[in-house]
């Protein structure tokens, strides 16, 4: 083989050498950087041992699979139903179906009535890892939960409280329950909310209870009517009756003063007649018969041994001597 030939193999040889490290290098390139979406965490698995959890973002990993990258939805809202379920039919339409899931939705209320009960579970992954690693079967397991739950709840009230006025309480009560059973299993999992979608008596029924709730509306009418007229008369009453015992308490305390005084006045003349009895006796004399001659008109006093006179003063007369 002459120099030439061997340095046109050499030249190629280098070529080659130097395409297959340009491959190597772009392949450990798209190899060796991940990307991470707002939306996502991702977890990373070196030779089967977990080295962390990462957030969005470009990141660098190990190339030709010594590290596995997972890619795991922590920012998204994820959602489970119960009793129904919710059919895309298009970007604008839903459609609601609840055919087939009696034995999710039907439930045994603490009277032991039966009602249909439709609920939202709406979750969040809060550890990736342990979501990975910690439990199988994660969203089954949260469906157990939710139902073991909601059946405790719903069993725990009456089946009107379920239907009408108990059903913030009833998710709110439902969701912290939920949390607590999951952080036992160390999910990583946090609950957002438990919602109830719709809450009816089973279908056979359906019709007789719409009555007899109907009869109950009635008769929380009735009574809120009579609470009304209550509270407008009572107080009225109340009112009235106060007015007048303050009316009468002021009467008798105005009485009890006026005899206080009267016996105070009485006493007072008393102790001066029994210094002077004749002059108290006269002054008590005069001052009664002033008073009287003063409500007295075309009064004429004449001393009866007066004779013949004419009563040209008046045409009454008085007797002093009869008293008159």
């Known amino acids: 083989m002459s120099n030439n030939t061997l340095e046109e193999v050499k030249r190629h040889l280098r070529s080659f050498m130097l395409v297959v490290l340009v491959l190597l290098g772009i392949v450990f ?12 965490e991702a977890v990373i698995i070196r030779l089967g041992k977990y080295i962390g959890t990462y957030p969005p973002g470009l990141h660098f990993k190990l190339p030709f699979g010594v590290d596995r990258v997972i890619h795991v939805k922590t920012k998204r809202i994820l959602q489970l139903e119960f009793g129904f379920r919710t ?21 045994l209320t603490g009277d032991l009535n039966v009602a249909d009960v439709e609920w939202v579970v709406q979750y969040q992954i809060s550890d990736p890892f342990k ?12 469906k157990d ?32 329950l939920m949390q607590q059973v999951l952080d036992k299993y160390d999910m990583g999992i946090k ?18 209870f719409n009555e007899v709730n109907s009869a109950k509306q009635e008769q929380e009418k009735v009574i809120n009517q009579a609470e009304e007229a209550y509270n407008r008369v009572i107080p009225a009453a109340r009112g009235e009756a106060e007015k007048k015992i303050s009316e009468a308490e002021g009467y008798a305390k105005a009485l009890v003063d006026r005899a206080e005084g009267d016996a105070s006045k009485f006493e007072a003349v ?6 002077a009895p004749q002059i108290t006796k006269k002054r008590i004399y005069l001052e009664t018969m002033g008073t009287i001659f003063k409500k007295m008109n075309d009064l ?4 009866p041994k007066v004779q013949g006179l004419l009563p040209v003063y008046g045409t009454k007369k008085l007797n002093l ?4």
Request: no cysteine.
């Open 29 to 40: 390139v798209q190899s060796g950087y991940y990307t991470v979406e707002p939306d996502e």
């Open 87 to 107: 059919q895309d039919l298009s970007s604008r339409r839903t459609k609601y179906s609840s055919k087939s899931y009696d034995n999710e939705s039907l439930m």
């Open 131 to 142: 979501l990975l690693f910690q439990i199988a079967e994660a969203e089954q397991t949260i």
């Open 145 to 176: 939960v939710s139902e073991s739950i909601m059946r405790r709840v719903v069993g725990d009230r009456l089946v009107t409280e379920v239907l009408t006025t108990g059903r913030v309480e009833i998710s709110t009560e439902a969701k912290d």
């Open 191 to 208: 609950v957002v909310t438990v919602k109830l979608q719709d809450v009816n008596p089973p279908e056979k029924v359906k019709e007789s």
């Open 270 to 275: 008393l102790k001066e007649f029994n210094r």
């Open 300 to 303: 004429t006093i004449v001393d």
């Open 321 to 324: 001597s009869q008293g008159n």
